[in-house]
């Protein structure tokens, strides 16, 4: 008989399956893992509004209070999983390692309080920079006693955390300046595999069945005031006299808004699709000529993100535009993938992809999957997080 894997309880809000759409970042990696168990704790209701569920089970869910923008409902529904979290870690099979990831901070502190009762190592997550990316969005002030809790609550989980674990290099700089020692942080950023894009299938086939016609540039993922959608927009209002298509697919709280502009502006050239499971995704990208990713410009996001739906377009070899300053750009540039441009330039890069050569478009997609390949494979992902775990484990 095998000996007991260690079990590492992966306590995060916003975990999707790979039959729904949204981050599917811990059921591929974790499922990579060699020499662990896990369990994924996640809600059963994602940002979308949308259910959540798996046969798989390791990846369970808890039930959070629905909610819609960014009111008291918001904060209570934070609340609901944490609270759901916490009953699932303190009574359920007792884990080696709890890894609690942000955003919230309530779901990472839900895990450290598991990690705590069942004397477990304790992970940290940092997706993003909270609440300092809440500021900058508008979303509250520094003045305001919501921020200086959460920055107490962020400031309590650095220091218990056995690692922290970054997806953003310039996230470092950022955690340090709290007084973390650098050798605490551990950057395993997100990643994808080429292989899971790969498609047996004609291409023109699957652009007829997807409606795809002239040049067609897709955004997969949110739909919200972070993401930018409007500079898509803008550049589709501009690009009527070329045979440009752009299909956004997703959900979000700006998605309403940005449906009524492009109707209200008689743009023909803007399609809006509905969330796909990540088992559709490769058959989407196959069909597409080039992958958009799109920000807001706020500072942090130059050096505190590490985009999944980029390393998706990358590994599916698609060419990559970006509006997106920083280590973003610097990316899409040292890999030779694509045009990485400022916030209100996409039309000016679409242009360019345009009139580029059919041998320019493929070099482009060619070297973004061998980049992918050598830096960010989900495999060599997996590696990284299990030296982590081992770590903690000691």
């Known amino acids: 008989q095998a000996p007991l894997k260690p079990y590492v309880l992966v306590v995060n809000h916003f975990a999707q399956p790979l039959s729904s759409a949204g981050g599917t970042r811990h059921v591929e990696i974790f499922g990579k893992l060699e020499n662990w168990d896990h369990r994924i704790v996640a809600a059963n209701i994602s940002y979308m509004g949308r259910d959540v569920g798996s046969d798989d089970q390791r990846f369970v869910t808890v039930p959070v209070l629905k ?33 609690g990831s942000s955003p919230h901070m309530g779901a990472a502190l839900a895990g450290w309080m598991i990690a705590k009762v069942r004397r477990a190592g304790f992970v940290l997550e940092v997706r ?33 955390a ?4 970054i997806l953003a290099e310039g996230s470092a700089d950022y955690i340090v300046a709290e007084g973390i020692e650098p050798q ?8 994808a595999d080429p292989e899971f894009f790969a498609i047996d299938e004609p291409r023109e086939s699957m652009r007829d069945e997807l409606g795809f016609n002239g040049f067609s540039v897709v955004y997969a993922g ?18 009527t ?11 979000g709280v700006s998605k309403e808004g940005l449906v009524r502009s492009v109707a209200g502006q008689g743009l023909s050239n803007v399609h809006f699709h509905d969330p796909v499971e990540k088992s559709l995704i490769p058959r989407i990208f196959a069909a597409a000529d080039a992958g958009l990713h799109c920000l807001a410009p706020h500072d942090l996001f130059t050096k505190g993100v590490s985009p999944n739906k980029l390393y998706d377009y990358m590994a599916a070899g698609l060419p990559i535009i970006t509006n997106t300053r920083g280590e973003v750009a610097e990316l899409v540039q040292d890999a030779d993938s694509g045009l990485a441009v400022g916030p209100s330039e996409i039309e000016a890069a679409v242009r360019a992809l345009v009139s580029a050569s059919v041998e320019q478009r493929a070099r482009y997609g060619d070297n973004g999957q061998e980049w992918m390949r050598k830096n960010r494979s989900r495999s060599s992902m997996a590696q990284r997080i ?3 775990l081992a770590n903690a484990s000691k």
């Open 184 to 191: 605490k942080l551990v950057f395993i950023p997100n990643g």
């Open 222 to 239: 949110a739909h919200g005031p972070a993401n930018g959608l409007d500079y898509v927009l803008e550049a589709a209002a501009r690009l």
């Open 162 to 165: 056995d690692s922290i674990i």
């Open 386 to 388: 299990e030296a982590v």
């Open 67 to 99: 909610h819609s923008g960014n009111g008291i409902m918001r904060v209570a529904n934070w609340a609901s999983f944490s609270v759901g979290a916490l009953a699932k870690g303190i009574f359920g099979k007792r884990p080696t390692v709890v890894y």
């Open 241 to 251: 006299d070329v045979d440009v298509q752009f299909h956004l697919i997703g959900d």
């Open 128 to 160: 993003d920079l909270w609440p300092a990316i809440l500021v900058e969005a508008g979303i509250m002030t520094e003045q305001s006693r919501i921020f200086r809790s959460l920055k107490v609550l962020e400031r309590f989980l650095y220091h218990r």
